[in-house]
Protein backbone atom coordinates (compact mmCIF):
# COMPACT_ATOMS: atom_id res chain seq x y z
CA UNK A 1 0.00 0.00 0.00
CA UNK A 2 0.84 3.71 -1.15
CA UNK A 3 1.04 6.55 1.61
CA UNK A 4 0.67 9.72 0.22
CA UNK A 5 2.23 13.20 1.67
CA UNK A 6 -0.53 15.91 2.39
CA UNK A 7 0.44 19.58 2.31
CA UNK A 8 0.50 21.26 5.77
CA UNK A 9 -2.75 23.33 6.51
CA UNK A 10 -2.38 26.96 7.26
CA UNK A 11 -4.53 29.12 10.17
CA UNK A 12 -7.99 30.12 9.25
CA UNK A 13 -7.95 32.58 6.69
CA UNK A 14 -7.99 36.29 7.82
CA UNK A 15 -8.38 37.61 4.17
CA UNK A 16 -9.53 36.47 1.13
CA UNK A 17 -6.56 37.67 -0.40
CA UNK A 18 -4.55 34.89 -1.53
CA UNK A 19 -0.18 34.84 -1.82
CA UNK A 20 -0.11 32.32 -4.25
CA UNK A 21 1.34 33.41 -8.27
CA UNK A 22 -0.39 30.69 -9.67
CA UNK A 23 -4.03 31.18 -11.46
CA UNK A 24 -5.63 27.47 -11.11
CA UNK A 25 -7.35 26.62 -14.11
CA UNK A 26 -10.74 26.68 -12.81
CA UNK A 27 -12.30 26.82 -15.90
CA UNK A 28 -12.06 22.71 -16.71
CA UNK A 29 -15.12 22.92 -14.04
CA UNK A 30 -18.63 23.87 -14.95
CA UNK A 31 -19.69 24.85 -11.86
CA UNK A 32 -18.35 24.66 -8.18
CA UNK A 33 -20.87 24.01 -5.62
CA UNK A 34 -19.73 25.19 -2.19
CA UNK A 35 -21.27 22.90 0.60
CA UNK A 36 -22.33 24.82 3.87
CA UNK A 37 -23.94 24.34 7.09
CA UNK A 38 -27.10 27.27 6.78
CA UNK A 39 -25.58 28.24 10.85
CA UNK A 40 -21.99 28.92 9.26
CA UNK A 41 -22.97 31.64 6.53
CA UNK A 42 -20.09 34.25 7.40
CA UNK A 43 -17.60 30.77 6.24
CA UNK A 44 -19.45 30.64 2.89
CA UNK A 45 -19.04 34.18 2.77
CA UNK A 46 -15.08 33.86 3.21
CA UNK A 47 -14.92 30.62 1.29
CA UNK A 48 -16.70 32.21 -1.58
CA UNK A 49 -14.40 35.68 -1.44
CA UNK A 50 -11.09 32.97 -1.44
CA UNK A 51 -12.37 31.12 -4.11
CA UNK A 52 -12.99 34.11 -6.14
CA UNK A 53 -9.28 35.01 -5.73
CA UNK A 54 -8.06 32.40 -6.77
CA UNK A 55 -9.77 32.37 -10.28
CA UNK A 56 -13.46 31.12 -9.77
CA UNK A 57 -15.89 32.90 -11.35
CA UNK A 58 -19.24 34.45 -10.40
CA UNK A 59 -20.90 32.34 -12.80
CA UNK A 60 -18.93 29.42 -11.78
CA UNK A 61 -19.83 29.34 -8.10
CA UNK A 62 -22.59 27.86 -6.54
CA UNK A 63 -23.41 28.20 -2.61
CA UNK A 64 -25.33 24.68 -1.53
CA UNK A 65 -26.56 24.75 2.08
CA UNK A 66 -26.60 21.15 3.19
CA UNK A 67 -29.77 19.11 3.92
CA UNK A 68 -30.77 19.26 8.15
CA UNK A 69 -31.90 16.64 10.05
CA UNK A 70 -30.55 14.28 12.92
CA UNK A 71 -28.92 11.91 10.93
CA UNK A 72 -25.81 13.72 9.59
CA UNK A 73 -24.85 10.82 7.10
CA UNK A 74 -28.58 10.77 5.97
CA UNK A 75 -28.24 14.58 5.34
CA UNK A 76 -25.21 14.47 3.89
CA UNK A 77 -26.09 12.17 1.05
CA UNK A 78 -29.46 14.40 0.55
CA UNK A 79 -27.10 17.23 -0.17
CA UNK A 80 -24.77 15.31 -2.98
CA UNK A 81 -27.80 13.81 -4.55
CA UNK A 82 -29.28 17.36 -4.76
CA UNK A 83 -26.01 18.41 -5.99
CA UNK A 84 -25.79 15.78 -8.66
CA UNK A 85 -29.23 15.68 -9.83
CA UNK A 86 -29.30 19.96 -10.74
CA UNK A 87 -26.07 18.71 -12.47
CA UNK A 88 -27.59 16.50 -14.47
CA UNK A 89 -30.65 18.71 -14.75
CA UNK A 90 -28.91 21.31 -16.43
CA UNK A 91 -26.65 19.26 -18.48
CA UNK A 92 -22.88 20.73 -16.77
CA UNK A 93 -20.09 18.74 -18.50
CA UNK A 94 -19.22 18.13 -14.39
CA UNK A 95 -19.47 19.44 -11.02
CA UNK A 96 -17.07 20.14 -8.28
CA UNK A 97 -18.28 20.14 -4.90
CA UNK A 98 -16.18 21.63 -2.40
CA UNK A 99 -16.90 22.01 1.38
CA UNK A 100 -16.54 25.21 2.76
CA UNK A 101 -14.76 23.71 5.85
CA UNK A 102 -11.78 23.30 4.26
CA UNK A 103 -9.50 25.35 1.81
CA UNK A 104 -7.17 25.49 -0.68
CA UNK A 105 -3.03 24.79 0.27
CA UNK A 106 -0.66 27.20 -0.55
CA UNK A 107 1.82 25.78 -2.04
CA UNK A 108 2.64 26.80 -5.57
CA UNK A 109 4.19 23.65 -6.82
CA UNK A 110 0.79 21.96 -5.71
CA UNK A 111 -0.98 24.74 -7.54
CA UNK A 112 0.71 24.52 -11.08
CA UNK A 113 0.69 20.23 -10.25
CA UNK A 114 -3.08 21.25 -9.92
CA UNK A 115 -3.33 22.80 -13.58
CA UNK A 116 -1.11 20.20 -15.51
CA UNK A 117 -4.14 17.54 -14.04
CA UNK A 118 -7.24 20.50 -15.14
CA UNK A 119 -6.11 20.84 -18.04
CA UNK A 120 -5.80 17.31 -18.91
CA UNK A 121 -9.02 16.49 -17.80
CA UNK A 122 -10.79 16.72 -20.96
CA UNK A 123 -8.14 13.66 -22.28
CA UNK A 124 -8.64 11.52 -20.13
CA UNK A 125 -11.74 8.46 -19.51
CA UNK A 126 -12.50 9.81 -15.56
CA UNK A 127 -15.57 9.23 -13.37
CA UNK A 128 -14.78 11.45 -10.63
CA UNK A 129 -11.86 13.36 -9.52
CA UNK A 130 -10.55 13.86 -5.47
CA UNK A 131 -9.00 17.15 -4.89
CA UNK A 132 -7.91 15.83 -0.95
CA UNK A 133 -9.34 13.68 1.40
CA UNK A 134 -8.54 10.23 3.34
CA UNK A 135 -6.97 8.01 0.99
CA UNK A 136 -6.48 4.54 1.83
CA UNK A 137 -5.20 2.11 -1.49
CA UNK A 138 -4.07 4.07 -4.83
CA UNK A 139 -1.74 3.21 -7.82
CA UNK A 140 -0.04 6.58 -9.50
CA UNK A 141 -0.39 7.09 -12.61
CA UNK A 142 2.63 6.99 -14.51
CA UNK A 143 1.99 9.46 -17.76
CA UNK A 144 0.28 12.08 -15.85
CA UNK A 145 2.59 12.86 -12.19
CA UNK A 146 0.79 13.99 -9.32
CA UNK A 147 -2.48 11.68 -10.00
CA UNK A 148 -3.52 8.19 -8.68
CA UNK A 149 -5.91 5.70 -9.28
CA UNK A 150 -7.66 5.28 -6.08
CA UNK A 151 -9.11 1.74 -4.76
CA UNK A 152 -10.27 2.79 -1.41
CA UNK A 153 -10.56 6.51 0.14
CA UNK A 154 -13.33 8.24 1.82
CA UNK A 155 -14.20 11.92 3.56
CA UNK A 156 -13.15 13.86 0.33
CA UNK A 157 -13.40 17.47 1.02
CA UNK A 158 -13.76 18.02 -2.37
CA UNK A 159 -13.91 16.17 -5.30
CA UNK A 160 -15.11 16.59 -9.28
CA UNK A 161 -17.76 14.02 -11.17
CA UNK A 162 -18.05 13.81 -14.90
CA UNK A 163 -21.22 14.30 -16.51
CA UNK A 164 -21.17 10.40 -17.72
CA UNK A 165 -21.15 9.52 -13.91
CA UNK A 166 -24.00 11.42 -12.66
CA UNK A 167 -27.08 9.02 -12.89
CA UNK A 168 -24.41 5.89 -11.62
CA UNK A 169 -23.33 7.97 -8.93
CA UNK A 170 -26.94 9.23 -8.16
CA UNK A 171 -28.19 5.35 -7.91
CA UNK A 172 -25.50 4.66 -5.72
CA UNK A 173 -26.72 7.31 -3.41
CA UNK A 174 -30.30 6.88 -3.47
CA UNK A 175 -29.63 3.09 -2.95
CA UNK A 176 -27.32 4.14 0.52
CA UNK A 177 -29.85 6.41 1.30
CA UNK A 178 -32.54 3.21 1.37
CA UNK A 179 -30.14 1.20 2.86
CA UNK A 180 -29.39 3.93 6.04
CA UNK A 181 -25.30 3.51 4.57
CA UNK A 182 -23.27 6.56 4.35
CA UNK A 183 -20.41 8.13 1.73
CA UNK A 184 -17.54 5.89 3.22
CA UNK A 185 -20.02 2.86 3.00
CA UNK A 186 -20.72 2.83 -0.92
CA UNK A 187 -17.65 4.77 -1.92
CA UNK A 188 -14.89 2.04 -1.55
CA UNK A 189 -17.72 -0.12 -3.24
CA UNK A 190 -17.77 1.92 -6.54
CA UNK A 191 -14.08 2.65 -6.83
CA UNK A 192 -13.32 -1.08 -7.23
CA UNK A 193 -15.27 -1.09 -10.33
CA UNK A 194 -14.90 2.51 -12.07
CA UNK A 195 -12.32 4.87 -12.70
CA UNK A 196 -11.88 6.96 -9.72
CA UNK A 197 -8.87 9.80 -9.31
CA UNK A 198 -6.84 11.63 -6.87
CA UNK A 199 -4.52 13.96 -6.66
CA UNK A 200 -1.16 14.05 -4.52
CA UNK A 201 -0.39 15.79 -2.60
CA UNK A 202 -4.50 17.04 -2.10
CA UNK A 203 -4.94 20.58 -2.79
CA UNK A 204 -7.14 21.47 -0.06
CA UNK A 205 -6.41 20.86 3.91
CA UNK A 206 -8.72 21.57 7.11
CA UNK A 207 -9.78 25.34 7.29
CA UNK A 208 -9.23 25.68 11.01
CA UNK A 209 -5.83 26.00 13.01
CA UNK A 210 -5.48 22.32 14.04
CA UNK A 211 -1.56 21.73 12.54
CA UNK A 212 -2.79 17.82 11.63
CA UNK A 213 -2.78 17.59 7.91
CA UNK A 214 -4.76 15.12 6.74
CA UNK A 215 -3.49 11.37 7.71
CA UNK A 216 -2.32 8.90 5.05
CA UNK A 217 -4.83 6.20 6.35
CA UNK A 218 -8.15 5.61 8.29
CA UNK A 219 -9.04 3.42 9.97
CA UNK A 220 -10.95 0.39 7.34
CA UNK A 221 -13.55 -0.31 9.69
CA UNK A 222 -16.35 -2.61 9.60
CA UNK A 223 -16.80 -5.11 6.54
CA UNK A 224 -18.60 -3.32 4.01
CA UNK A 225 -21.37 -5.34 2.07
CA UNK A 226 -21.92 -5.26 -1.66
CA UNK A 227 -25.11 -4.52 -1.49
CA UNK A 228 -25.19 -0.99 -2.46
CA UNK A 229 -23.10 -1.03 -5.96
Not at 3 to 20: D, G, I, M, R, T
Not at 104 to 113: S, T
Not at 136 to 157: D, E, K, N, W
Request: glycine share 6%; net charge positive.
Amino acid sequence: MHKLNYAAPFPFWQSPQLSLHCNLQWRSFAKVAVLFNVQDQALLGAQCAVLSQAGISAEQLWPVARASGSDSRLAELQTQCMVLSEAQRQGWRNVLLFDAGFQLVQDERACAQANRIFMSLHRLDWHVLLLGGHYQHFSPLLTLPGIARVHHAGSAAAYAVNASYYPVLLNAYHRAIEHAASLNDIWPLLMGKHCWLAMNPGLVSWRDNNPTPFPTCRPAGRKRSSRFA
